[in-house]
């Protein structure tokens, strides 16, 4: 499959990637919905880095995994995350940022522990780039003001994505990401 993509001044390039979608329907040509195959996304350049190691298991923080106790209040909501990585990828873009805009998803006071207020969490549909090989995702964004714990560094995507073989701490990949809900600065 060939994508044209377009970058900021609507610079235009092309990549060929495969396309890993195991949950989309069968109907779909190459997985993904025809709406995704032609949309235009910003393709940024990142490197896998090590988080906090909350979201995906327990920690000192906390005595479960962040992910495993918000999935199903997310799903209730109407974001099913079934079959996804339970836990996130924390891609650094630096010297880039993000700023979410219009996302896909925001979920206002989930009350996912007691033992801190509930939080705010928005989601943009993503694509994660590895070794030539597209993978479907979601920007996971636990809204700065509600997070109290944790410092969000404005040039960390967190993703949660479908399982990568082989992917880990220092990796070079290249994130799809949707230029009607997030802004790349």
Not at 29 to 56: D, F, I, N, T
Not at 114 to 124: G, K, N, V
């Amino acid at each position: 499959m060939k994508l044209i993509v377009t970058g900021p001044n609507d610079k235009v390039g092309e990549a060929s990637y495969k396309i890993e979608c195991p949950l989309a329907p069968a109907s779909f040509e190459g997985g993904l919905p025809a709406w995704y195959r032609h949309m235009k996304w910003w393709m940024v350049q990142g490197r896998v880095v090590e988080g906090y190691r909350v979201a995906s298991s327990p920690s000192k923080e906390y005595p479960y995994g962040a992910l495993e106790r918000q999935r199903p209040i997310f799903k209730a909501r109407g974001l099913d995350l079934e079959g996804f990585f339970n836990g996130t990828l924390n891609i650094d873009i630096r010297p880039r940022t993000f700023e979410l805009i219009r996302p896909e998803f925001t979920f206002r006071e989930v009350e996912w522990t007691d033992l801190h207020p509930p939080e705010h969490f928005s989601f943009s549909r993503c694509g994660v780039v590895y070794r030539g090989i597209e993978y479907e995702g979601w920007v996971y964004y636990p809204h700065p003001e509600t997070k109290l714990r944790h410092f969000q560094n404005p040039s960390l995507l967190e993703v949660i994505a479908m399982p990568i073989p082989g992917i880990g701490y220092g990796e070079q990949v290249t994130v799809k990401l949707n230029p009607r809900e997030l802004i790349i600065h």
